[in-house]
C-alpha cells in the first residue's frame, strides 16, 4: 500500500483489504448466528456505504433483503451538521428486523436524525452495523450493535468513503496525512 492523493490532500495506509474483509466476514458470521429464520432487512446507507454493504452482503447467507437509501451530512472533510435526504425508504419496515449498515459513525447526526423516521415505523427490531466509528467525535450518543473498526477522530478514505466524492474506489482504507 502507497499513499495516495486526493485533491490537495495525501492520505497514508490505515487498514489493508485483507484486514477489512476478515472483520466483515465474522460480522457476517454473526448475523447469520443471530438472525437465522428471521429474514432481516438490511437498509445500506448510501454513498458511503456500498462497498462494506456488498462485502457483508456476499457473506450473509440466511434469507435477507437489502434496500439503499441516500442520507448525507458531509462537505469536504467537515461535517456540515445537517443532514439532507434525497432518496426515500421504499420498503416497508414495519414489523421487519431492520439492520442499518453504515461506512462510518462520526458525529452520529446521520442517524440520530434518521432513527425516528424509521421508528415510528414500528420496525419489529432496530440494529446499527457500522465498518467503521469515531468514538471521539461522538456529539449524538448512539447504540452500535455490531462496529467492524474503531478508530481514532481522524479523516479517512477508501472503500466506499469519499472525499468531496473521490477516493471511494480502493480496496483498503486510508488516513489523512498530517504534516
Ligand atoms: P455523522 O452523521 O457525523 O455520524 O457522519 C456520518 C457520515 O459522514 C458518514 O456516513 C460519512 O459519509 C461521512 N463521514 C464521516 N467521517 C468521515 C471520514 O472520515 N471520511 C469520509 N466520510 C466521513
Ligand atoms: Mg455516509
Given at each position: 500500500m502507497n499513499e495516495i492523493t486526493v485533491f490537495d490532500k495525501t492520505f497514508i495506509p490505515f487498514l489493508d483489504?485483507?484486514?477489512?474483509?476478515?472483520?466483515?466476514?465474522?460480522?457476517?458470521?454473526?448475523?447469520?448466528?443471530?438472525?437465522?429464520g428471521k429474514k432481516p432487512l438490511f437498509?445500506?446507507?448510501?454513498n458511503g456505504s456500498f462497498m462494506f454493504a456488498a462485502?457483508?452482503?456476499?457473506?450473509?447467507?440466511?434469507?435477507?433483503?437489502?434496500?439503499?437509501?441516500?442520507?448525507?451530512?458531509?462537505?469536504?472533510?467537515?461535517?456540515t451538521g445537517h443532514v439532507i435526504t434525497s432518496i426515500g425508504l421504499?420498503?416497508?419496515v414495519t414489523n421487519?428486523?431492520?439492520?442499518?449498515l453504515e461506512d462510518i459513525v462520526d458525529t452520529g447526526?446521520?442517524?440520530?436524525?434518521?432513527l425516528p423516521q424509521l421508528v415510528n415505523q414500528q420496525p419489529a427490531s432496530l440494529k446499527i452495523a457500522t465498518l467503521l466509528h469515531?468514538?471521539?467525535?461522538?456529539?449524538y450518543p448512539l447504540t452500535i450493535d455490531y462496529c467492524c473498526f474503531s478508530i481514532p477522530n481522524k479523516f479517512v478514505l477508501g472503500y466506499g468513503l469519499d472525499?468531496?466524492?473521490?477516493?471511494?474506489?480502493?480496496?483498503?482504507?486510508?488516513?489523512?496525512?498530517?504534516d
Open positions: 483489504e485483507a484486514t477489512i474483509q476478515a472483520k466483515i466476514k465474522e460480522l457476517a458470521q454473526q448475523i447469520n448466528n443471530e438472525y437465522e437498509l445500506a446507507i448510501l462485502g457483508l452482503f456476499k457473506n450473509v447467507f440466511i434469507e435477507a433483503e437489502i434496500c439503499f437509501i441516500k442520507l448525507a451530512s458531509y462537505k469536504g472533510t467537515q461535517s421504499d420498503s416497508n421487519r428486523d431492520i439492520i442499518i447526526k446521520t442517524l440520530h436524525t434518521f469515531k468514538p471521539e467525535a461522538t456529539v472525499y468531496d466524492g473521490f477516493g471511494r474506489n480502493t480496496k483498503d482504507i486510508y488516513q489523512l496525512k498530517i
